[in-house]
């Protein structure tokens, strides 16, 4: 079983930068593509943001999203980060981490195999 971790949320100024992380830990965890996705309201459904294949070398990133935010991974360090700049208000939610068996199952949530907890990023205006 594949267990995911983040942490680095926080409160910022719109035009600012947060970098989020994910550890990722269980057997086999290296060999899984991380994605991240968003929840604005609880209300709402999660939505993707991004994801990186196991190795590294595939990204993607949603239309909403993409040239603001980078994610990359480092296997020696069982972490995937989500560098978040040039915030907007509406990038506020929280932000969870998801582990999936391939890419796709990594930006589709119903596919997705294993959830982090949730860290809150609040952007104000």
């Known amino acids: 079983q594949v267990q995911v971790v983040e942490s680095g949320g926080g409160a910022v100024q719109a035009g600012g930068s947060l970098r989020l992380s994910c550890r990722y830990s269980?057997?086999?965890?290296?060999?899984?593509?991380i994605g991240w996705f968003r929840q604005q309201q609880p209300e709402k459904e999660r939505e993707p943001v991004a994801?990186?294949?196991?190795?590294?070398?595939?990204?993607y990133y949603e239309e909403y999203v993409a040239g603001r935010f980078t994610i990359s991974r480092d296997n020696t360090k069982n972490t995937v980060y989500l560098q978040m700049d040039s915030l907007k208000a509406e990038d506020t939610a929280v932000y969870y981490c998801a582990a999936g068996r391939a890419d796709y199952h990594a930006r589709v949530s119903h596919l997705v195999e294993s959830w982090g907890q949730g860290t809150q990023v609040t952007v104000s205006s």
């Open positions: 269980g057997r086999g965890s290296e060999t899984y593509a």
């Open positions: 994801a990186v294949s196991w190795s590294g070398k595939s990204t």
